[in-house]
Antibody, heavy 122, light 107 residues
């Protein structure tokens, strides 16, 4: 059974940093690209970053580019999101998700974690 | 970025109704369009990928289609468990982008 478990959320001051982790199990982690998607309170979904199976290729949404870094440790089946220079508008539930196809990033995300809440406030 | 314009933003419907949700892409995304269902407090669930491929376990009352840059999710006969918010997502051009969502409410 595929499982994704996020951790690391919490309250942080504007300008601060936070690192989210996502522990994966139930599939060959290194085979699949992974993504982070966030959802601000009462708002829609926002795709923010993706990383290829090997960890070499990464993509970001403009809203987080230069501030957030996605990475993975295939020896530990763990996905991470380093978030720096946090702003109030980064307040959201952050989900990690597995890309459905091993061959294409844009094939949809077929498994999701339960989400972790990040609150940026003084 | 590719803009995904989803309509309507909300729809009130009754059990047994046919419901149609549309997403329009601002440029060609080929067939790389997915649909998700999200219930309050839960993670999204992938329903359809590649415009019309139903995910395993998803009821056949859900279907997807397209015409050019217009994509449609149809629920042929709404069931109580279908009341939720639905999102489209384009997967052709980075960064990937979602539509604004459609809330399907009980009439």
């Amino acid at each position: 059974e595929v499982q994704l478990l996020e951790s690391g959320g919490g309250l942080v001051q504007p300008g601060g940093s936070l690192r989210l982790s996502c522990a994966a199990s139930g599939f060959t982690f290194s085979t699949y690209a992974m993504t982070w998607v966030r959802q601000a309170p009462g708002k829609g979904l926002e795709w923010i970053a993706a990383i290829g199976g090997s960890g070499v290729v990464t993509y970001y949404a403009g809203s987080v580019k230069g501030r957030f870094t996605i990475s993975r440790d295939n020896s530990q089946d763990t996905l991470s999101l380093q978030m720096n220079s946090l702003r109030a508008e980064d307040t959201a539930v952050y989900y990690c998700a597995k890309v459905r196809s091993a061959d294409y990033y844009g094939s949809g995300e077929d498994y999701w974690g339960q989400g972790t809440l990040v609150t940026v406030s003084s | 970025d590719v803009q995904m314009t989803q309509s309507p933003s909300s729809v009130s419907a009754s059990v047994g109704d046919r419901v149609t949700i549309t997403c329009r892409a601002s440029q060609d995304i080929r067939s790389w369009l997915a649909w998700y269902q999200q219930k309050p407090g839960k993670a999204p669930k992938l329903l359809i990928s590649g415009t019309s491929s139903l995910q395993s376990g998803v009821p056949s009352r859900f279907s997807g289609s397209s015409s050019g840059t217009d994509f449609t999710l149809t629920i042929s006969s709404l069931q109580p468990e279908d009341f939720a918010t639905y999102y489209c997502q384009q997967g052709n051009i980075m960064p990937l982008t979602f539509g604004g969502g459609t809330k399907v409410e009980i009439k």
